[in-house]
């Protein structure tokens, strides 16, 4: 074990009596509910043995005692996790996501999905952007940023850490890592589409490259002629590949930056930005102004709605469904930052149907 590991000891914490089916379970989140005792002699991120009532070790996580969700758990089996635990993890997330021949960017480390909670790692041909969003995974971020520089071979790393997740876990004034040969912005491949993409400004690690299904998903439903509306564009993605199959996008976002990248991105896929409107506005002021009706319509607000509850209100399937025809095409609706595509006959009727009686639309 290096000189640079952060945790010396491992503390005990015994969870209450009626909430250890919560292990058995393997849910990847404890809550300050379930614990008996042992939180309250923790600092943020320090690696814990997590015991039932009783004492008998049952796994290991990292513990925070300024938030309610006191243990993200590293393992349901381990009664320690060391330095070679860290790396394996590491390496098993990297070997298990394979580049493509037309792919130079994806998602190498995908948080809890990966036994890392915490830990997104994003590579974008050759430049990694990481976020440690939990007190445990900032104590090892000088640790996976030299792996990954040396491992991985990459030739930059940088950490864009949100510092509203790091105020959550009670860590302030925590310095970003920045290793390597760093540039300011870098050009990735999907599919058939080239994307710029911002590693040192931008939002999360430059690009949504968990959006790639989704992405993917809508040169299939869409036509040449047919209008797209992209809210919350960010930097084109999903108006790029709307545009390349024919459609005439609208994409608004709130940052100027952002959509003039997006510019750049059509013009990189050969596509003229001319003949796309692109529109600097908050979402919610565009929808309530707006009464254009398009065939299809994508809307993926930023998390930041469950920051300002009245005005994440405005967002609703009612007002989306307002600006979008409602035949064999696609309404993207995202609600809490979580995507979801609803389309043409595949479309939930839970969902869909009240927005068309309340819209004196119908499905066909």
Not at 290 to 303: F, K, L
């Amino acid at each position: 074990m290096s000189t640079l590991w952060p945790f010396e000891t491992i503390k005990d914490i015994r969870l209450k009596k009626d909430k250890e089916t919560l292990l058995k379970n393997q849910h990847p989140w404890i809550y300050s509910g379930a614990i008996g005792k042992g939180l309250e002699t923790c600092a943020p991120g320090d690696l814990v043995r997590i015991c039932h009532a009783d004492g008998t070790p049952v796994g290991v996580g990292f513990a925070n005692p300024t938030s309610t969700l006191s243990i993200r758990v590293l393992s349901f089996s381990q009664t320690n996790w060391t330095e070679t635990d860290l790396y394996n993890r590491l390496e098993k997330a990297f070997h298990r996501r394979t580049l493509s021949t037309n792919q130079t960017a994806t998602r190498m480390v995908h948080s809890e999905a990966d036994g890392l909670p915490g830990l997104i790692v994003d590579w974008y041909a050759g430049v990694v952007v990481f976020q440690a969003s939990s007190a445990g995974m900032q104590r090892l971020k000088h640790l996976i940023a030299a792996h990954i520089m040396t491992v991985w071979k990459a030739r930059a790393c940088i950490e864009n850490t949100d510092a509203g997740f790091l105020k959550q876990e009670g860590i302030e004034n925590s310095m970003p890592l920045f290793l390597g040969d760093i540039p300011e912005k870098v050009s990735i491949q999907e599919e058939k589409n080239t994307y710029w993409v911002d590693v040192l400004d931008s939002q999360k690690t430059g690009f949504y490259l968990d959006q790639a299904d989704n992405r993917k998903r809508i040169q299939t439903l869409v036509s040449k002629g047919q209008t797209l509306l992209n809210g919350c564009a960010f930097t084109g993605g999903f108006s790029v590949i709307a545009a390349a199959a024919g459609a005439i996008t609208t994409s608004v976002d709130v940052s100027k930056k952002a959509l003039q990248l997006a510019k750049e991105n059509f013009k990189s896929n050969q596509l003229n930005p001319n003949d796309h409107v692109f529109v600097t506005s908050d979402i919610f002021d565009f929808l309530a102004s707006d009464t254009t009706i398009y065939d299809t319509v994508i809307i993926d607000p930023p998390a930041s709605q469950k920051e300002h509850p009245p005005q994440a209100t405005k967002l609703t399937p009612n007002s989306i469904a307002r600006h979008a025809t409602v035949r064999p095409q696609v309404v993207t609706y995202s609600h809490v930052h979580a995507p979801m595509l609803l389309g043409g006959r595949n479309m939930n009727p839970l969902f869909v149907m009240p927005v068309c009686r309340a819209n004196g639309k119908s499905l066909s």
